[in-house]
């Protein structure tokens, strides 16, 4: 059972490449969730997903997009990368939406230059 | 929109000091409360949950919290802080029977000195 994975661990990007970051969950969880994670700001949502063909924004959605491809995976796109989106992504689940425990993936570090 | 507060943005403390990390919240329905712990380099992890019953709840590794309803608290302690125990700490709430998702809280740095 490995819980969430998020792919890849690192990456650094140029202004104005794309890219894709994956997570999968094998729990059988219904919700799935972006965050953003930058020093002083805490954890803050960019979209999540609260059942498999749903999506929906976050708190700070702008310049990002998602696929919920199946109940298993859930995944980020950024269109046209910029340094302000520098910043650790992590992706959890959780059974429920919003009244249960979310289980976090490890994180991916992602620079942009 | 509901908001979580966090007081105390880095701490540090000895070996065996008490521990008290503050947490306020500003919806005044009925919440789910949530403690998570960020060890250095792992990905967040929960420390322990309020929905309902016992306002004080224990969680793993010997911490605890207590829900004052009154006050929107929900303050995290520990009698006797470990080193092991140095790592970010995060608060969230979950405002049930509205659209918000849960929010987290900014997170206090616990710095625990051997």
């Known amino acids: 059972n490995a819980g969430v994975t998020q792919t890849p661990k690192f990456q650094v990007l140029k202004t104005g490449q794309s890219m894709t970051l994956q997570c999968a969950q094998d729990?059988?969880?219904?919700?799935m969730y972006w965050y953003r994670q930058d020093p002083g700001m805490g954890l803050r949502l960019i979209y999540y997903s609260a059942s498999e063909g749903t999506t929906d924004k976050g708190e700070v959605p702008n310049g990002y997009n998602v696929s919920r491809l199946n109940k298993r995976e859930f995944s980020l796109r950024l269109e046209s990368a910029a340094p302000s989106q520098t910043s650790v992504y992590f992706c959890?689940?959780?059974?429920?939406?919003?009244?249960?425990?979310?289980?976090f993936g490890p994180g991916t570090r992602l620079t942009v230059l | 929109a509901q908001s979580v507060s966090q007081h105390n943005h880095h701490v540090i403390l000895s070996e065996a000091a008490s521990l008290e990390l503050g947490c306020n919240y500003s919806?005044?329905?009925?919440?789910?409360l949530f403690w998570y712990v960020q060890y250095p380099g792992q990905h967040l992890q929960l420390l322990l949950k309020?929905?309902?019953?016992?306002?004080l709840v224990k969680g793993i590794k010997g911490f605890e919290a207590e829900f004052i309803k009154s006050k929107f608290s929900f303050n995290l302690r520990k009698p006797s802080v470990q080193w092991s125990d140095t790592a970010e700490y995060f608060c969230a709430v979950n405002a049930l029977n509205r659209d918000d998702k849960i929010i987290f809280g900014k997170g206090t740095r616990l710095h625990i000195l051997p």
């Open positions: 919806y005044g329905g009925t919440v789910n």
């Open positions: 309020y929905f309902s019953g016992d306002p």
């Open positions: 959890a689940s959780e059974r429920g939406y919003g009244t249960d425990t979310q289980y």
């Open positions: 729990m059988n969880h219904n919700s």
